[in-house]
């Protein structure tokens, strides 16, 4: 087998344009591959001057010649991807041999949006922002035995019995929290009709990504979130749920570690963050509303506005080396024209002393002073911008200091949403 898997990952909290990456580099790719997350994630494509939001199918099925795999680490909210095949159909995209869905697949059902509900307002002014999608709540059933499949819904009177015994118990807890209980009836009827949707697209990706890998095809695998979001290397519990490392391709789809090739890691030009949690660089003031309405920071899943800061290198370098990056694409860097100084985090101090991410948990993220580096600004539009030398030499000696600092090549940067608005350094 050759090395011929690569990963997109995201290096910062999130929201770094990788469905943008995504579809760029699908175009020489005949398999693109979710492994990790859920509908918490939000890719969006821009064809044509038409968004195509995504948060479960791969952004590549927008790629006519690539398949598309849900693997086995995705957890699946069926309205959701009833949704999206749906969007889909109507711009008569092929699925039909195209897009399949792991039957290990867990899936998200109602009780664990409410109790992703429940326990956020019982945390009160301490609860961590999550998107109260169910993603923990599926994810912790998943690892105490208690998680229902896409397995068990094939088989429907499984299903049925696993499903109206995790209901009434999960009803417990939620007359516990006085919240709505789940009505196991109407619940069934939705889902047998959910079923009937998606049942064409369910099999065995274990073997077809097996047999895909011997026969040296050109596999993207699609990472979720991102690095600093990962439920081991983050600073827990302001965390998602799964693993989000470029090591989750194992897990979460079968790809054996070896064939990895290339890791690209993407990258924003300043940092955002969606709900609670410690984010050292962040920006409450003119500047980062700016830079906010400009970037258009407002989630594709949730709607809500992201935290904004400057970049923070120290952060991204953590991420860079726990995943073995090979390359950046840097997006966005077209929302910092206008602005007459650009500000970099190199480092952070806690007590007057150096410490590195790693060595931070979300206390001490919480009380870090971030060593900044100025660099100046730029007023070009730049989304016209084909080849690096037609950026502004201050935009130039932006991307240059951060892949020296970091020591990994920027291949890509994206100066624009459409398609077409990118600066390709891979030759």
Known sequence: MKNNVSVIIGTQWGDEGKGRLIDLLSKNADFVVRFNGGNNAGHTIIVDGKKYPFHLIPSGILNPKAKAVIGNGVVLDLEVLAQELKMLEEDRIKLKDRFFISDRCHLILPYHKALDQAYENAKGDKKIGTTGRGIGPVYGDKVSYNGIRVYELVRWDLFVEKFTFQANIKNEILKTFTVAEIDIKKELEKFKKLRNIILPYVTDTFQLLQGALKENKRILMEGAQAVLLDVDFSAYPFTTASNTVPG????????????????????????????????????????????????????????????????????????????????????????????????????????????????????????????????????????????????????????????????????????????????????
Do not use: H
């Open 248 to 427: 989750a391709i194992n897990t979460g789809a079968g790809i054996p570690a070896q064939t990895l090739g290339k890791v690209m890691g993407v990258m924003k030009a300043y940092t955002t963050r969606v709900g609670g949690g410690p984010f050292p660089t962040e920006l409450i003031d003119n500047v980062g509303d700016q830079i906010r309405e400009t970037g258009k920071e407002f989630g594709t899943t949730t709607g809500r506005p992201r935290r904004v800061g400057w970049l923070d290198l120290e952060a991204v370098k953590f991420s860079c080396e726990v995943s073995g990056i090979t390359e950046i694409g840097m997006t966005k860097i077209d929302v910092l024209s206008g602005l007459k100084n650009l500000k970099v985090g190199i480092g952070y101090k806690l007590n007057g002393k150096s410490i590195p991410y790693s060595s931070c948990g979300y206390k001490e993220l919480d009380e870090v002073k971030v060593t900044y580096k100025t660099l100046p600004g730029w007023n070009e539009d730049i989304r016209g911008a084909r080849k690096f030398s037609d950026l502004p030499k201050t935009c130039q000696e932006y991307v240059k200091f951060i892949e020296k600092f970091l020591g990994v090549k920027i291949s890509i940067v994206s100066v624009g949403p459409q398609r077409e608005e990118f600066i390709d350094l891979r030759k």
